[in-house]
């Protein structure tokens, strides 16, 4: 007997725990005490245990919303939301947080931003507290004034949350990289870097009216421009760049040049020899020119010795003329 009573004790104490585990009693008069009979009941929070959602959250979250004025939300829909791998707490916080603070912001569209992957409750505070985002995020945008003097420039953008363009909205790097695209047009149309240094919310005001918000999960408050520093004279260094390769060129048009100079002076020289050939091989002709005169009888004696006698007389007159030539030139030399 005592056997079985133990037993029986034992049985009665699993079934005990069992239903403390599945019933959470404690949950339900929370949620009794809390939101009032019937706003969560024990056969909901047995359905949560069996579809291995957590009571705790459900009910807290229910218990929150409630609280804080926003009775639309059931337990159901905090539980859907969950199975469809949402974060509830965050849900909960955001749509408390924007209710208090006039935002208004659904409980579908709060869903979809969570389940889309943003933080729904950072985009929440962003809306209340605006952020600051450093455009570019590190170092310095390099732009060029129309006269050719660079500047770097360095802004700070203040946006808010668009809950309404979050889903499918671009992120920070789509603003930093509008805004850099605005900053480096408006200091590419200035006329002088001088200009955009006296007034530097010129180039604020010109960026901002471009709409760079546009299709973003952001709105832009505004800009500002927090550094500005005069670079490098780039127009001058593009002029020495050019200049030099405009050397290069007439360089090289230059060597060419005289390269077909010299290609056509050592071609004259050529034809120079082959009319010196042809020469010799004229005077060639002469002896044998003479020897068929004899022959013929065309020539005598007498013309070939007067012939002889005007080629020694020519041979001398141009060895005198050369002799003297020569002592003038040497003369001119000892004078210089």
Known sequence: ??????????????????????????????????????????????????????????????????????????????ETHYLAGGQVENIVKALIAADKASIPLPFETATAIDLAGRDVKEA?????????????????????????????????????TNLAGLVGGATDDTIIARVGEGIVSAIGSAGTYSQVLENPDNISRAVLDKGLDAGTAFEILSIDIADLDVGKNIGAALQTDQAEADLQVAQ??????????????????????????KVVEAEAEVPLAMSF????????????????????????????????????????????
Request: charged content about 25%; hydrophobic content about 45%; proline content about 3%.
């Open 1 to 78: 007997m005592p056997i079985v009573s133990m037993v029986m004790l034992f049985v009665i104490a699993i079934v005990v725990l069992l239903l403390l585990y599945f019933v959470p009693v404690g949950l339900w008069i929370q949620g009794i005490v809390s939101l009032g009979i019937g706003r969560i009941g024990i056969v909901d929070l047995i359905r949560m245990r069996l579809r291995k959602i957590s009571p705790r959250l459900v009910t807290d979250g229910v218990i929150n919303l409630h609280k804080a004025g926003l009775n639309q939300i059931t337990t159901d829909m905090l």
């Open 124 to 160: 929440v505070q962003t809306s209340v507290y605006p952020k600051v985002i450093n455009a570019p995020i590190d170092g310095y945008l390099a732009a060029v004034a129309k006269d050719g003097i660079e500047l770097k420039a360095r802004a700070r953008v203040t946006v808010r």
């Open 293 to 336: 005169a004899f022959r013929e009888g065309n020539m005598g004696i007498f013309d070939y010795y007067n012939m002889q006698n005007i080629k020694s007389d020519t041979g001398m007159r141009d060895s005198i003329a050369g002799s003297d030539k020569s002592e003038t030139d040497h003369k001119v030399e000892d004078q210089e």
């Open 252 to 277: 090289a048009r230059a060597e060419t040049r005289r390269a077909m100079a010299v290609a056509q002076e050592q071609e004259m020289k050529a034809k120079v020899e082959e009319m010196k050939a």
